[in-house]
């Protein structure tokens, strides 16, 4: 079977003139089976990286690159989107120790930014197994999925990670507990705060929000209500006066799920979900 596919790729080759000395286009190969012991570059400029971002890795469209453990990856250029008909979507990371014993921490995703001439992480999730002084290794089997997640960010002037989360089992423990690999105590309750109190605040009212353009029709009164995620209404903002129809800009309010807009005190729109942290809405009805 090997052979034949070789010999059907070396036909197609030869039969478009692509040989080592004259490299042309191939608009079409079909193969059955394609082994790449190196490197695969997708790129419209054949070129692996893009311009003026060789030194950071970023690829012009796809390199996949093979070599063991240090040396093969998979880089994306643009949106990765995983698509699925008639079955859930379903991504997973396995990670696997040569000698066969658990690898208890199989990896993280992390969110890196380009600083001092290395890619340096900002925030990261990792997925890890229990320790074994909660589930003994002999114990761990394919029914029990002794995991939990790890959520990691980096304060200033510290090189390692703090952990601001931990949930799994049902359990999760928040707040601060120290550097590195441990850190947050693993919590024994359904929820537990660490190095601080919960405080419960409802959403605060508006201020009055910012007129840019009226279309010089009758006045009217503007206000603004927040509303929270539960649906508690904030009280509605000081008025404003406006000549007309009017463009309103505001400040987005802590907590706010959503807003009211009020004309001459009765509401004409909303909830309304606006993206950023000044918000802005004509009124055209």
């Not at 950071?56 to 989107?81: E, K």
């Not at 419960?200 to 029709?217: K, L, M, N, W, Y």
Request: proline share 6%; hydrophobic share 35%.
């Amino acid at each position: 079977m090997k052979s034949h596919l070789i010999t059907a790729i070396l036909s197609a080759a030869t039969a478009v003139g692509v040989t080592q000395a004259t490299p042309q286009r191939i608009d079409e190969l079909e193969v059955g089976r394609l082994i790449v012991r190196g490197e695969l570059i997708v790129s419209d400029t054949g070129e692996t990286w893009e311009k003026g971002f060789e030194e950071q890795m970023i690829p012009r469209g796809i390199f996949v690159r093979g070599g063991g453990p240090g040396q093969s990856g998979l880089w994306v250029r643009g949106r990765l989107i995983q698509c699925e008909i008639d079955d859930p979507f379903d991504t997973r990371f396995h990670s696997a120790n040569t000698d066969g014993s658990l690898h208890r921490a199989p990896g993280h995703i992390s969110w890196n930014s380009w600083i001092d001439g290395a890619w340096r992480q900002m925030a990261l999730i990792q997925g890890e197994g229990l320790e074994y002084s909660e589930v003994p290794a002999h114990e761990w089997s394919g029914g029990n999925h002794p995991g939990r997640l790890r959520f990691q960010t980096f304060r200033p002037h510290h090189d390692e990670p703090l952990t601001d989360a931990t949930i799994g089992q049902g359990k999760m423990s928040l707040g601060g507990g120290g550097y590195g690999g441990g850190g947050l105590p693993y919590p024994s309750r359904v929820l537990e705060l660490w190095g601080g109190d919960l405080i419960s605040r409802r959403v605060g009212s508006p201020d009055a929000p910012r007129i840019e353009r009226t279309d010089g029709d009758a006045p009217h009164r503007y206000s603004i209500v927040a509303v929270s995620p539960q649906g508690e209404r904030s009280l509605p903002s000081p008025d404003v006066q406006a000549k007309g129809r009017a463009t309103l800009h505001w400040d987005s309010v802590a907590g706010a799920d959503a807003y009211l807009i009020l004309r001459d005190g009765q509401i004409i729109a909303g909830p309304l979900r606006i993206e950023g942290s000044q918000k802005s809405w004509t009124d055209s009805e």
